[in-house]
């Protein structure tokens, strides 16, 4: 796999240093994590796509996620934690295994971006 840079939309708890160095172990740079209006969008050429953590969902992160639909830059919503449901569509999740890595680059690459369970990520639900 290419070297590919994701950016991480979420408060300073979002990423630990173990998923960090988990998914630059999978040739993925974690950008982040930033603030929603802290992001400079002259720069989404640079991302492959963005990991939004669910828990920061506020006015000006959807002003932001609808930039990144007109700039067609892919986002998907995640938790960090492992509080995962054990019913119904799973969510994504932002850590450091290995599945999880794999399952948030291929929906992210994903021309359909469709989720784990057939659950569309971001907006497109």
């Known amino acids: 796999m290419p070297q590919f840079k994701v950016l991480v939309i979420g408060d ?3 990423l630990s240093e173990t998923t960090r160095f988990a998914w630059q172990s999978a040739d993925v740079t974690l950008e982040g994590p930033v603030a929603p209006d802290t ?3 002259a720069n989404v050429r640079d991302w492959a ?3 939004v ?3 920061v969902l506020d006015e000006s992160l959807m002003d932001l996620l609808d930039s990144f639909d007109r700039l ?3 986002y998907i919503f995640v938790i960090v934690g492992t509080s995962v449901p054990t019913d119904g569509p799973q ?3 932002l850590g450091p295994e290995p599945a999880d890595i794999r399952t948030l680059m291929q929906a992210l690459l994903s021309d359909d971006r469709k989720g784990p369970g057939g ?3 971001g907006p497109h639900s």
């Open 12 to 14: 300073p708890e979002t």
């Open 39 to 41: 992001i400079d969008l």
């Open 49 to 51: 796509g963005a990991l």
């Open 53 to 55: 953590d669910i828990s």
């Open 72 to 74: 067609k830059l892919p």
């Open 91 to 93: 969510p994504y999740v």
């Open 119 to 121: 659950t569309a990520p």
